[in-house]
Structure formats: structure tokens, C-alpha cells
């Protein structure tokens, strides 16, 4: 609280927390991996699916504080029933952010938890609803409160990164998050699809750096695979 002048005051509430107390004796989280979110409705944006989890790792990696799985090591559970504690195992990590994704109308309801793996129970969980044409400002509303689950101590740049968009326009993001979809299932005839989602992306922000960056990435996944010349590509 601002004393005018004065300075500050803390004013939260403040707990003695005792030797035997759980949360003091809690291991910070160092690792994490971000699944791509489940889609509880058949025909739902499959953009979504990927995309989501997508965007979370990009924020999370580039805050340096947590070393987070990349979407190509996760991606392989995508649509499946596996226990989220078993995949966290699996790729050795201290926590899984499991998420899945409800759309009905114009509203998309987004169900978040957040599971520690070597105490084998649910840390956090949270449902945030908002308007389907208003997913920038549901993904900024996930990575804050991701980051306070985290008990990530983010400086103000940090904070401004978290809540980076690449884009401003939905629609570039929509393809973009397509396209990341594509790529991960790594077949020719998926790279391709890829390829031109990425070129509608990039149609329609020709700033969107990231999208850039990501089709020169499939230009030469494609070219090791020998989809093409590797000269032309």
C-alpha cells in the first residue's frame, strides 16, 4: 500500500509457518510438462487442442525460471487416457499441468490442475470461462495464474513476457496453432498442411515472427525427409 509521503506498507495477511508446517517443507517445482489439452466435445477447434499448450510452454520457457518439456515430447499423449502422474514420471519432470477444453456457443470453459508428481497429489486447479472470440486474453488469464500456482517470483519484465502475444490477430494465431498441430504428427501429407496453415498465418500478420520462424522449421524437417530436394527447400 502507497504512504503518501512516506513509502510502502505491507499490508497482507502474514502467517508464522512452523518447522512441521507442509507448505514450508514443500520442494519448489523446477520441471514441468504441459500436455496438450483434451477436448471434451467431438468437433471441437482441434486448433485449441495444441495450441493451448503450445502457448503455455512458449511463456513458461521464456521466463528462465522452470526448464519446461517441449510441446514434440509431450505431443505423443495428445487424445489419450494416461494417468497425468504416470506421464509426469515418464518424462521426469516435478510437476503436469493437465487441462482440458469445453466449447458450447460463443463461450469456451477451460478446466486447469496442476498435479505434483513426487508427492503424487493435485497442487492447484482452477475453471475459467470466457468468450470464444477473447482467447488472447484467456491465455493471459492461464499463464498468470499458472505462475502464481508455480510460486514463480517473477520480476516486472518477467510479468511482461508471461503476457507477450506474438500476434494480435486471432485468426494468424488460429492458423498458427493449426499448423503446430500438423507438425507434431510429422507425416508428409501433415507437414504440408502445415506449410500452408503457416503461409494463411503469415498472410495475415506478416510480422508474426514466430510463424516465421516455425515454417523455416518445417522447411527443413521436410527436406531431411526428403519430401523434396533439400536444395530447394
Known sequence: LTVPGRGYRFVAEVRVASAADPL???????????????????GQD?????????????????????????????????????????IGRRLGVDAVLDGTIQQAAAQVRVSMRLLNVAEGRQQWAEIFDMQADDLFALQDAV???????????????????????????????RCYALARFFVEQRSPSALKRAVDSFRQALALDPGYALAHA????????????????????
Open 214 to 233: 516455425e515454417l523455416s522449421d518445417v522447411y527443413t524437417i521436410q527436406g531431411v525427409m526428403g519430401a523434396q530436394p533439400p536444395h530447394e527447400f
Open 143 to 173: 499463464a498468470e495464474k499458472v505462475a502464481a500456482a508455480l510460486a514463480l517470483r517473477l520480476t516486472y519484465d518477467q510479468r511482461i513476457r508471461l503476457t507477450r502475444r506474438d500476434t494480435e490477430n486471432p485468426e494468424a494465431w
Open 46 to 86: 482441434e486448433a485449441l487442442q495444441t495450441g493451448m499448450a503450445d502457448t503455455l510452454i512458449t511463456r513458461l520457457s521464456g521466463l528462465g525460471e522452470l526448464v519446461v518439456r517441449p510441446l514434440s515430447a509431450v505431443c505423443r499423449f495428445s487424445g489419450q487416457q494416461h494417468d497425468p502422474l504416470e
Open 24 to 42: 514450508s517443507a514443500t520442494k519448489p517445482l523446477r520441471t514441468l510438462a504441459v500436455l496438450p489439452f483434451r477436448l471434451l466435445q467431438p
